[in-house]
């Protein structure tokens, strides 16, 4: 897994799918892979804020993650099926980050575990992951924030659901490598997801509260 991490660094997009291909045959569960990764890109990109690496480095490490998310993803969709539960997830990366791959990791296994999702995408404002919730009728809103100076709009998100008078009805996970359990409990948000397997244990889990909630009322 360290080559692989290494090879994600080096922005060598084709030894990085032949180095994913040799892990699988080796044994190597995709998610396993997939959730090793994010944390790595996230180290890059704080480098580059930091002034330490090229904006053209960054730029090459995600075209890497891409690659190996194109290469991953059917094996996690055959690792995870199970299209047992239905409802509807609004995926985003808030305003201010412009890095969107953790959640696109997490949409394709959401999509594996029979959620329908709606990914809007990064540098999305608060009152676009309303309105997306409330135009999709979604009952779960992942919100994902990747720097300590974007992670308030998090907390924007859950006062936003709130003025919409649907805080009740709309659960929200949050994460992002600089997210924590404890941020999580302090802007009121349902859950913390390290990472995108968490992610959807966590919403399967937040699906049954809401029914339930929704049953005793």
């Known amino acids: 897994m360290e080559k692989l991490a290494k090879l994600l660094r080096l922005g060598k997009a084709e030894e990085a799918e032949k180095e994913v291909k040799s892990l699988l045959e080796k044994g190597a569960k995709p998610t396993t892979i997939i959730n090793y990764l994010p944390k ?109 100076t974007t992670m308030p709009k998090q907390k924007e998100v859950i006062e936003e659901l709130k003025k919409a008078g649907i805080r009740s009805k709309v659960k929200v996970i949050v994460g992002g490598a600089p997210v924590t359990e404890q941020w999580a409990k302090q802007i009121g948000a349902d859950a913390y997801a390290e990472n995108a397997t968490q992610a959807v244990q966590k919403a399967k889990q937040l699906l049954k509260q809401l029914q339930q909630e929704q049953n005793s009322t």
């Open 40 to 148: 790595e890109l996230q180290k890059i990109g704080e480098e580059y804020e930091r002034g330490e690496i090229f904006l053209t480095d960054l730029i090459a490490a995600g075209h890497v993650m891409d690659t190996i998310t194109r290469e991953l993803t059917p094996h996690i969709e055959k690792e995870t099926e199970d299209t047992t539960l239905k409802a509807t997830v609004v995926l985003g990366t808030v305003e201010g980050d412009i890095h969107d791959i953790g959640i696109r990791i997490i949409e394709a296994m959401l999509r594996a575990a029979g959620f329908k999702v709606v990914n809007i995408g990064k540098d999305k404002p608060p009152k676009e992951f309303v309105k997306a919730a409330l135009e999709h009728k979604a009952q779960i809103i992942g919100v994902s924030a990747l720097l300590t």
